[in-house]
Every structure is written in structure tokens, then in C-alpha cells.
């Protein structure tokens, strides 16, 4: 096996993108222009869902930052100082998050009323340079975990050129910045796992899934962190591993799916955060019925979502609506937990061969 | 280096005191008699603050339920098949979570309303026996992490006496049934250091706080699962290392900490979720003062909190009524990422090292 590799390549194009703000802005200051930075528009009128990309993206509105108007200067001089920051913990090779750029801020005099306002720069930054703040090493705070046969390669300072085996550890190994920079060196797993609950990560961990099912196996923690998506990401573009994502039965544990295949309106700038091909392989709604399971009665706010998501254009066609309309038919929801009811192993020898059968895998 | 090596041990001790419960019923039953078990009550007029075990300990109130009482009935039977299920789990090796527990009792069709009532009588049954649920194979659904120089030697199924030095993985090691079931083979650190903040432990990592410090790192993710909590306590137990603990400055923050060293009142039967000698390092009101930190305003909520502490029995005393009124007094908060306002590394390299020292570490 040999993956395309391409971590390291991504940090110098980000730094390269970096320099080439500051020195346009020089250019612009010798040249005797008021320096501007012009990016896409991220208002709601300019994103739209894009079948082809079959994520949202942006129009062609764009938006020009200039130091010429007075109410532009202040977003101006703070993006400057954002990409001078980053710059800098991509020389240190320190990571960060989105609340240390905020008080780190305060160190240099420049000022964020809150944290809202810094964390709209850094993403003002991802539009100009297209790459996720992952890349310029400011990192979410929340942390999910992997377990299964890949052997990873660390570019982290103390660890360069350091092997690890993802199954050293059966609880889990954390994704954090380590993990998110490592190559992947070698693999035997044909596909990847993602479950939504420590609990049945756990679980499938114990009843040996990454052997038996080829599989390398993702704890996503509820809603997945983004460098969650861009792990799993990295896992189905370089590896070319299908993406199999299990969730609870109800709109919540649907959208948990959706955002790791297509991403949010917010992150609509970028290309780097969604998994197209993955494939939510349940718990369906129709899986309540065919499997028998223990389930609970939908709340209002459960209907109210599902009507929202009906409408959504992520949601168009195949499987989406179809079980949409199966949870408004049954009005129920379950837990991947409720296959207890039939023995803890149940999920893993019964339901989980049949479904990655029925999905071809 | 020999720690006393416990927990395989412990895990023999509690299939006994289940057998037991069985052997006592059978004998019962016998003998002519209704089958009854009799445990310390948990009621509230029963759990009081022991200045000795320095935690919440249960008085000398007992309960009986007996066969002989027919709306006694429904919880003893429950309780008799948890202590069956769970002797089951720890024979085939298998770990499990509450949920799990309350969805498997229906393959038994054993009655639960609710998860809550299962919870119970989970608790119920660490209340007869004396051992936390960890130890009968019923562990959190949360993870937290570790990293450090720990050698530990596994005793889960297919990795027995596998060894991990737990800085293999820079991104942190998962807390969950192996770690909790391991052998601890060999460390040269002389204390641990928990830390509230995903964010602070990663910035911890990379600034190699394990080396310059000696330090075993735990990330407790806000409030610790109890599973850390255990994970914590062995380390001081077995391995004789001081622990210090790290959280935001608010009322929050120091609960966090209160929680891992003296527990919580729901634990009052049990005595191995404790920490009594680990300390609160930080962040203290006084540090927001002499450290010049970044800070908001504390809200109404927060100062409820604080008065409520302020009343707590396990709050009595030195540190904790000394910045409680500080707190009080400037009426201010905040966060262990405000030191990033000194820099990044402002954390690691003044404010670490002058704490320690204080603390006489």
C-alpha cells in the first residue's frame, strides 16, 4: 500500500498562502494603495448547496477589507495580525485553539471585544487562504478517539519519524493535533467504523470488529469535532477506505452522519471538512421495526427537527427521506444500545454483517 | 520501583461478595425463610461528612428487603439478577454501561419503568458489595485521557500482559476498561498533574511538562468520569505520587477539583473514588489578582454557587473558604487559557513552576 501523503506539502502551501497576504499587503503600502484584502462573501444569500460538491459552498459575492474605510480597519488590522499569529505557531509548531488566539490577542495589544469576534477573523482567514484552521494548528477543544489497524508515521516535534500502531492502545487512542499531522505508513483495514457512543466504540473494541470486519473504528463523541471529519476525511481520500457511520435512530444522531458526509452551511468556504462517499449505515428508523428494538416515543422537538431536516437540501433523495418518513410513520426513536435487548454481542454478530452487506461492503 | 499490585485482586474479591449475596439467598430459602437483603440506607438523613475519611460516609441506618414484603418484591428480584448479569460480565470479560445494563434486563424480562430505576439498583448493589461499579464491569459512557511516562501491563482480553509506556501517543491515551484494569509496571514520574482543559493538556504535551516536570498528565474533560476519578486515586495509592489539579477559576472549576479529591455525596457508600490528599493548584481568585489575568464578571449563578459551597462541609477550611471569599471579594473569574495572554508558554514556563514550588512539590 501506498498512500498519497500529504500532510507536510499542505503546511508549507498554508504558509505560503500566509506570506503571500503579508506580502501583497507590502506591495500594496510601496505602491501608495491603502492595502485591502478581498475573500468571498459568507453571507447567507451567497451560500448555496452544490450537487456536484454535494456540500454547501459559496458564491461568487466577494467582499474587499480595505484600510482606506474607517469601519474596515478594525476587522482589517485584526486579520493581519491573525495570519502573522498562526504564521507563527506553524514555525513553532505549537497548536492552539480558538480561545488562546482570543487572550493571545491581548498580548499584543490588538483587541477582540469577545471571543465571537476572533473566532469570525479565523474564519475570515480560512476563506482567503481555503484551508481549514486545522492547518494553520488552531485545533477544536473536544477530542474523539481511534482504535484499528493503521500504522501512523508522527511529524510532531519529540516524536518525527516515530511509529505507532492505532491498536497499541484498546481503549483508544485520542485525535488530537499529533494524530491529525501523522502520515499513515501502512494498513490492512478495507473500511472505517464510525460510531457515535464511547460506549458501543467500546464494545466493539471488545468483540474484536477491527479484526473481524477489517475495520478501523472512530469515536466521534456525538457530533464529530472537526478534526474528527478531517481525520476520517484523510482516511477516505488517502487510503480510499469506504466510511460506514453508525448513529442513534432519531434526527440527532441523522444530522451526526450528515455533517461528517457533508459538512455544515458554516464551514461552507471550505473543501476539507466532509467525506461525500461515507454512508450512514443506521440505526434507521426502519431498522426500529425490522429489528425489534426497545424504542421511545419522538418528542415534539424530535418531529420539529425532522420536518426542518426534510427541507434541507443535504437531505434530498435516497435514504434521507426515506427514513424521514419512516420515523414521522412510526413516530419512535432508539439508541444503539436498545440491541442489547437481544444480548450485548447482538450489534456486533447479528446487525452489523447484515448491514454492511446490504451496503455492499 | 514495586507498586502494590491490586486489582486483579479486587476483581476476585467482588465475583465472591457477589457469589455470597446468591449463597446467602439459597441458604434462606433453605432454611424456610422469605429471602431478604439488608445494605445501610443511602437516604439523605443517613449520609453525613466524615471529617476522618475526609468524604461523604453513610451512618449506621440499615434497610432490609425481604420476598416477605410484596412491594419489596419488584427491587429485590431486580437486584438479584444485576448481581447475576454482572457476575456474568466480569466471567466472559465483557465491560458494559449503565444504558447497556437497562436495555439487557429486558432480554431477561426483567421489569425496569426507566434507566433511572436500573441506575439504582446498580447503586444498590455497589452499596451490599462496597466496590464502585468499575469493578463489576459497569463503567461510563464518557472518556477522559492520559499521557506520561507509565509503563503499564494490560490484563484485558487479547492483550494480556502486553506492556504501553503511556507517552507512546502524544495526542493522550483514552481512560477506559484497560487502563482502569491494568497493571502498573514502572514510572519515573513524582506526581500527577490533572488538568480540566483539553486545550491545556495538548499545550502540557507540547511543552513537555512530563519531562521538565516529572508529571503523569490526566485530562479530566470538565468534570472527571468517575472511571478517572479511579484512575487518579490509584496512582496516588499505588504509586505514592501527589496530585495537583488544574481548572478554571470560577466556582465550576474548583468543584471539579473538590469532586476528584473528597467525591460526592451519591458516593457516600463507596470509598474508592477519593483522592483526599490531592490539591487544588489552581486557578485561584487570588492568581486572577497577582497573576493579572484576564477576567469576566462572575454571574448571578456563580455567586449562588459560591455561597452554596461556601456551606459545604467538605469545603471547610483552609484554601477553599480562603478563596471562596476571594472570589467573593473581586467578583471575578477566569479561564486556564487566559495566561495565554503572557504567550503561549506563559502557563508552562512561570506560572507551573511557581505554583509547584509553593505547594512544596
Redesign the interface.
Known sequence: MSPKVKSLDRKELVVKSLEEIGRRICGQIENGEFPWIEMKSRSTSNIFYSPELRQYALGEKTIKRSARVVSHLRPFTQMVWTAYFVRELIRQR????L??V???A??YDIAFDDQSESDNIITDLETVIGYPREDFNV?P???S?VFGDLTIR?T????ENRR?NLT????????????TNAKFVKTTADKVIVIE???MF??FI?E?VYKKFNAILI?T?GQAPRSTRYFIRRLNNELGLPVYIFTDADPWGMHIAMVIISGSANAAHLRELTTPDAEWAGVWASDIVNYKL?SEKLSPLDIKRLSELSKDPRYKGGIWQREIANFMKIKKKC?L?????????HIVDKYLPERLSELGA
Chains 1, 2 share one sequence.
Open positions: 505549537k497548536t492552539s485553539t480561545r488562546d482570543y487572550y493571545s491581548q498580548a485545533f477543544e473536544e477530542r478517539a508522527y510532531v516535534p519529540g516524536y505507532l497499541s492502545h484498546p481503549d483508544g487512542m485520542m485525535i488530537g493535533p499529533a494524530l457512543k464511547g460506549a467500546t464494545r471488545e474484536q469515536y463523541s426497545p439508541e444500545e436498545a440491541f442489547s435487548r437481544y444480548g450485548l454481542t
